[in-house]
């Protein structure tokens, strides 16, 4: 069995790096007596699986982990808790709570469910990933402009550094969504779809693409979607009987 989390990365702690990301999610499972598994050996670790890397100062409402429990504590969807937790029995909403209440402000599970292990890992499932970003130093009118000349062409270069060298990439193909989402306090908001295979594109590659003299603003991502028999779809949808919580 295997616990799938979707949680949100929201405000400051967009600037907390992937590994401690790691280690506050094993934090805040341990504090709520979830009982996961550990791998063999010396020096035993959580066995963990994100989504797709989130770059560092990026923020997101659709970040994924998956988590093997001990299935002996698994019964009918609910957990019987083990450590800190002792005694409890948590069905799935009661442990989106206590786990929400577990993490630092800024961090926030938007949904979870209790399944059989199976497929493959979330990171080589992702296809594509949504992003909201918006642009310092540009304004809406250069902005549109761009993305439409960018839509209409067949083929739009970037600089990617591959090997500690400066190498030219197409990325149109990879591009499967691109608009202007009217304009934040920071300048032109931009909606869009990138792929995730058979590389990552990210926002900030599309800045010299939009406007060359900008800079990115506030990048988050909102969706990672994967296929299942042929059709997108994300690999977790959020709850609605709980409202996330709000954070600056």
């Known amino acids: 069995m295997r616990l799938r989390i979707k949680f949100s990365k929201l405000g400051k702690v967009r600037f907390v790096g992937h590994r401690d990301v790691a280690r506050i999610m094993e934090r805040a499972l ?9 791998s063999e050996g010396f020096s035993p670790r959580l066995r963990m699986s994100f ?10 409402e659709a970040e994924y982990l998956d988590v093997p429990l001990d299935p002996e504590l698994v019964a009918d969807g609910s957990i019987i808790c083990t450590g800190w937790g002792q005694g409890k029995v948590y069905e799935q909403h009661q442990i989106q709570v206590a786990l929400s209440r577990a993490l630092p402000n800024g961090f926030d599970v ?6 059989p292990k199976g497929g493959g890992s979330l990171q080589e499932a992702v296809r594509s ?24 062409s067949s083929v739009i270069e970037v600089n990617r550094k591959k090997k500690n060298e400066l ?20 300048g032109p908001v931009v909606i869009a779809e990138l792929a995730a295979k058979p590389r990552v594109i990210r926002p900030s590659e599309l800045i010299d693409v939009l406007a060359p003299a900008a800079e ?3 990048a988050r991502r909102t969706h990672q979607w994967i296929e299942i028999d042929g059709q997108r779809t994300e690999p977790l949808m959020p709850s609605t009987s709980l409202q996330p919580k709000e954070y600056p």
């Open 30 to 38: 341990r504090r709520c007596g979830i009982p996961v598994t550990y």
């Open 167 to 186: 190498v030219r990439e197409d990325i149109r193909q990879g591009i499967h969504e691109l608009r202007l989402n009217g304009e934040s306090e920071r």
């Open 51 to 60: 989504g797709l890397a989130l770059p560092t100062c990026y923020e997101s």
């Open 110 to 115: 938007v949904a979870l469910t209790v399944e």
């Open 216 to 218: 990115l603003g506030v």
């Open 129 to 152: 990933c949504g992003w909201t970003f918006d642009i310092l130093g540009a304004t809406p009118h250069q902005v549109e402009k761009t993305i439409q000349q960018a839509l209409n």
